[in-house]
T-cell receptor, first 110, second 112 residues
Framework: GQNIDQPTEMTATEGAIVQINCTYQ??????LFWYQQHAGEAPTFLSY????GLEEKGRFSSFLSRSKGYSYLLLKELQMKDSASYLC???????????FGDGTTLTVKP | EAQVTQNPRYLITVTGKKLTVTCSQN?????MSWYRQDPGLGLRQIYY???????DKGDVPEGYKVSRKEKRNFPLILESPSPNQTSLYFC???????????FGPGTRLTVT
């Protein structure tokens, strides 16, 4: 079946760098997404990787290795507002199914 | 403003009373999907639609129905709700299924 693993919780200090890992096993691959979800709110899109390598977007970067089934989200210069859940997601097959990881809850402390 | 809307935002109902949660998007997206989210769990896909009149089951379709008669609307129907369907529900849409999804604000459903 389809499986995505992420750490449940992480804690980091304001101004620091944190890396959130995601491993996946899916049949078919159409890229990997990262979403941010603040408590009680809807997920919002952060990044998308379809080829191996690093994609940088401001303070956020995302990396993909398709051969290893592995991705990470890198958050730099952490701010208090970055405290949220980060969801790794993989659309699989060509027919519309999507699998989300359970999310990593990041707490940023002063 | 480009958005996905859901109604109602909050609903408390009783077991067995049919209900419909509406979802509408104004971005002319082909792909729409319903998810449920429970504490400690990620988003689990209920149903999805690749286009008008094309719907299919996600990972947790039992107890739910959907329809896609118009491109913009994708209602979720619970014919006979049960307490185990108490959850936070999100509707989402994207240009095509492999693109980023835009989520509605969520519907918090409680079935007693």
């Amino acid at each position: 079946g389809q499986n995505i693993d992420q750490p449940t919780e992480m804690t980091a200090t304001e101004g620091a760098i944190v890396q959130i890992n995601c491993t996946y096993q899916t049949s078919g691959f159409n890229g990997l997404f990262w979403y941010q979800q603040h408590a009680g709110e809807a997920p919002t899109f952060l990044s998308y990787n379809v080829l191996d390598g690093l994609e940088e977007k401001g303070r956020f970067s995302s990396f993909l290795s398709r051969s290893k089934g592995y991705s990470y989200l890198l958050l730099k210069e952490l701010q208090m507002k970055d405290s949220a859940s980060y969801l790794c997601a993989v659309p699989y097959t060509n027919a519309g199914k999507s699998t989300f990881g359970d999310g990593t809850t990041l707490t940023v402390k002063p | 403003e480009a958005q996905v809307t859901q109604n109602p935002r909050y609903l408390i109902t009783v077991t067995g009373k049919k209900l419909t949660v509406t979802c509408s998007q104004n971005m002319n997206h082909e792909y729409m999907s319903w998810y449920r989210q429970d504490p400690g769990l990620g988003l689990r896909q209920i149903y999805y639609s690749m286009n008008v009149e094309v719907t299919d089951k996600g990972d947790v379709p039992e107890g739910y129905k959907v329809s896609r008669k118009e491109k913009r609307n994708f209602p979720l129907i619970l014919e006979s709700p049960s307490p185990n369907q108490t959850s936070l529900y999100f509707c989402a849409s994207s240009q095509v299924f492999s693109y980023e999804q835009y989520f509605g604000p969520g519907t918090r459903l409680t079935v007693t």
